[in-house]
Structures are given as C-alpha cells and as structure tokens.
C-alpha cells in the first residue's frame, strides 16, 4: 500500500462513501503552497456527479480516487448533497479554478509546471495563452496526451527528468486518476493535479458556463447547450443515476470506501475519450 494513502481526518467529510476535505478553495491552495515548501506530495483528486456514480462500477477510477492525498467536491451538487447527508462542505473547489491558482502560484513564487495532455494543437494554443497571461512562466516540459499504453512509463520518465514542481493533466477520467495513481509516487512532483479538460477552457477552445449558471449548480446544462447531440443522452442519464444514488444515501448513508486492491493500478493511455469534459459539469 502506498505509504501517501489517506486517512480519515479531522475536516473530512464522509459523502457517497469517500473522505472529502471541508475546505475552501483558499485552504486547498494553501495546503498546496505547503507541500511545495516541504517537497512533500499532494495529489489532488476531484469528485463530481459523474464520478460518484462511476466509482460504483468502476473499480480502476475507485482505487485511484482512494490513493489522493486531498480529495475535494468538483460538482456543485456534490456540494448540496453533502449538507442533505448533514456532511457539509464549505463550499465547491472547482478543479479548473484550482489549476488557474496554481499556475498563479507557479508565477508568483518561481515554482515549474509541466502541462500533460490535450490534443497537440490545443496544447500550444494553451502553452500561447499561458506565456501571455503569465510572463516568465516556467514550463519544465509538455506532452500532448495521445500517447499509447506502453508509452506511459517513458511519459512518467519524462515528467521526472523535468524537475517540475507540479503536473497538471488534461486528459480525460478515470485515465488521469489512473496514470496519477500508477506513476504518481515516481515522479517526485510534489503537486499534481488531473484538471480534464480545463486545458482546453485556457487555450480558449472550449467555452465555461458564466459564473452564475456555475453557482446555480448549471454547467452541465450550459455544456450541453454546446454540444447537444454529444451530452444530452449522458448528462440525462448520469443525472438521473446520481440522484438515485442520493436518494439512497440520505435513507442510509454509504460507510467509507476502503481500498481492496491498492497496489494494483494499470498504466492507462492518455487518449481522449467523449467522455473528456472540459470542466466539472456536475
């Protein structure tokens, strides 16, 4: 068992089973800036609805999930079923408004960043933005995320090699929380944070719901107004499940999830799947 894995903690939340930080945004950073300071690592897993009702059947994202360091509500929702169950969470930690703070604090305090994922086009209109928005920025290295399975491991050397101070991937779930998982212990990067398709929100490919429609709990709605063929059918589904799941979870709440197989998590591809949202939706 990996000796970073969590236990229960004082300003944990149980909420569909699984330990989440009753943090704020804030307070996620600053643990963040403490781990850079002590080289110590913080490997930062988000939960949306999603995800909440993938782990269920899917055991490879479960394993992963459970082998963060921090794990912190992403979907709005999450966030309202947490005071339902009466485990309140403070409020939403957005993943991709986690990522714009840490590169941020990348640029403020001197600390590397290595970018892996998106599509190699999307990945140089990000690393464009980027340069503009953060003058001086220090890129250690980037990888696009079309890489097979049995080029993971050169990746994982790579990101190594570079001395970064964090990694962000922006390739799709439950693949970054594998290769997370997997790697993560090996790269000796003490942030490392698996933002989705946030990339393509920063290289301004993809449009994210205005502020209101997010506190609203929305962005699903507004990303399927995007893509409507595409989501519709997933978002009405999944949706549904989720709320299933609450239902069952205020009549009797899940006990924590513990890990049954956690030193057997497989190298993943970093190919992008439809089911790579650009931000949390839930």
């Known amino acids: 068992m990996s000796e970073h894995r969590r236990s229960a903690q004082p300003a944990d939340r149980i909420v569909f089973g699984l330990h989440l930080e009753a943090l704020t945004h804030d307070q996620v950073i600053e643990r963040c800036r403490t781990a850079l300071a002590e080289r110590s690592r913080m490997l930062i897993g988000v939960v949306n609805a999603a995800k909440v009702v993938n782990l269920r059947h899917d055991a490879l994202l479960r394993e992963s999930l459970l082998e963060c360091d921090i794990i912190v509500a992403d979907g709005q929702s999450v966030v309202w079923a947490s005071r339902l169950v009466q485990q309140p969470l403070p409020e939403r930690v957005a993943g991709c408004d986690l990522f714009e703070s840490l590169l941020a604090v990348a ?150 999830l513990v890990s049954t197989n956690p030193d057997q998590v497989r190298p993943v591809t970093g190919r992008h799947s439809d089911a790579d949202d650009p931000v949390s939706t839930r």
């Open 107 to 256: 640029h403020r305090d001197g600390r590397s960043v290595y970018l892996l994922g998106a599509k190699p086009q999307v990945l140089r209109m990000l690393q464009d933005r980027l340069a503009h928005r953060f003058p001086g920025l220090c890129v250690a290295g980037s990888r696009d995320g079309y890489f097979t399975e049995s080029e993971s491991a050169e990746v994982a050397a790579q990101i190594r090699d570079s001395g970064a101070d964090m990694l962000f991937l922006g390739i799709t779930s439950p693949k970054k929380e594998i290769f997370l998982g997997t790697y993560g212990d090996s790269l000796g990067v003490p942030v490392m944070h698996g933002v989705g398709g946030s990339f393509d929100v920063l290289a301004g490919v993809t449009k994210r719901a205005p502020e209101r429609w997010q506190r609203m709990g929305l962005e699903w709605a507004y990303r399927t107004l995007q893509e409507p063929r595409r989501m519709w059918k997933r978002y009405l589904t999944t949706n549904t499940k989720f709320m299933i799941l609450l239902g069952q979870e205020v009549v009797r709440p899940s006990p924590p």
